[in-house]
């Protein structure tokens, strides 16, 4: 028999959870609420009036919407492609612009941020047509809940809009792209998909759900 003792095992590394990405989640759970408020605010005034919700929603350029809708829905693909980019630690290209496939995060977060701008654009516009045939936020109780619950979701993709300069910013003021710059552009786009994910709720019960 041997007489040296068995060497115990080392003990395996624990991973600690990011906490910037945790503290990040924990607010998107609180904004998750609010968000569920003005869904209550909504069904409960469709409760109330219900004759507003046969002669209201005529008023929708349905294409238009649609098109505003996919756009913000595929701007969430473009923001993951980032991520995988941030990931690896690439911030920019390693080719011509046309090489899609040798973008970095920077160039996937320019075109996202583009796709939202015209999401935000558009819906101004389409709030401006509103206007013009008569809906206004205090013309009638469907007015009300309809401007308030797109106007918020509104305010935040323009906050999501103001998150991906900054990322974009630090990524050409960083001397290196390293953990912090990939970790600011991965929770930057937990914020991107909530807002996505929020507005395909609030298209479904306000555009479809008549």
Same mark, same amino acid.
């Given at each position: ?5 068995? $060497? =115990?095992?080392? /003990? ?7 906490? @910037?990405? *945790?503290?990040?989640? @924990? ?10 408020? %003005? ?8 409760? @109330? *009036?219900?004759?507003?919700? +046969?002669?209201? =929603? &005529?008023?929708?350029?349905? /294409? #238009? ?24 630690? &690439? ?6 612009? %046309? +090489? ?10 320019? %075109?996202?941020? $583009?796709?939202?701008? !015209? !999401?935000?654009?558009? &819906? ?10 008569? $809906? ?9 809940? !309809?401007?308030?619950?797109?106007? !918020? ?11 991906? $300069? %900054? ?12 953990? &912090?710059?990939?970790?600011?552009? *991965? ?6 998909? #909530? ?8 298209? #479904? ?6």
């Amino acid at each position: 028999m041997s007489s040296t003792a068995a $060497l =115990p095992h080392a /003990p395996a590394a624990v991973n600690r959870p990011d906490p @910037v990405s *945790v503290g990040t989640i @924990v607010w998107l759970s609180s904004e998750l609420m609010f968000f569920a408020g %003005l869904f209550a605010m909504y069904f409960t005034v469709r409760a @109330v *009036v219900p004759e507003l919700w +046969q002669t209201e =929603p &005529q008023l929708f350029n349905m /294409p #238009f919407a649609i098109t505003n809708t996919t756009i913000l829905v595929l701007s969430s693909l473009t923001c993951q492609f980032g991520v995988f980019a941030a990931e690896r630690y &690439q911030k920019a290209r390693t080719g011509s612009l %046309l +090489q899609v496939n040798r973008w970095g995060m920077r160039e996937w977060y320019v %075109l996202t941020y $583009l796709m939202g701008a !015209f !999401f935000v654009s558009g &819906q101004v516009f389409e709030y401006a047509e509103l206007v013009h045939e008569g $809906l206004t936020i205090s013309s009638t109780p469907y007015g009300s809940v !309809f401007y308030m619950a797109t106007g !918020f979701h509104g305010l935040h993709v323009t906050a999501g809009l103001l998150a991906f $300069l %900054l990322v974009i910013g630090r990524s050409f003021a960083a001397r290196r792209f390293g953990h &912090q710059e990939a970790t600011s552009a *991965v929770v930057t786009s937990y914020y991107w998909h #909530f807002v996505d994910v929020v507005w395909i709720g609030l298209f #479904f019960i306000i555009y479809i759900l008549r």
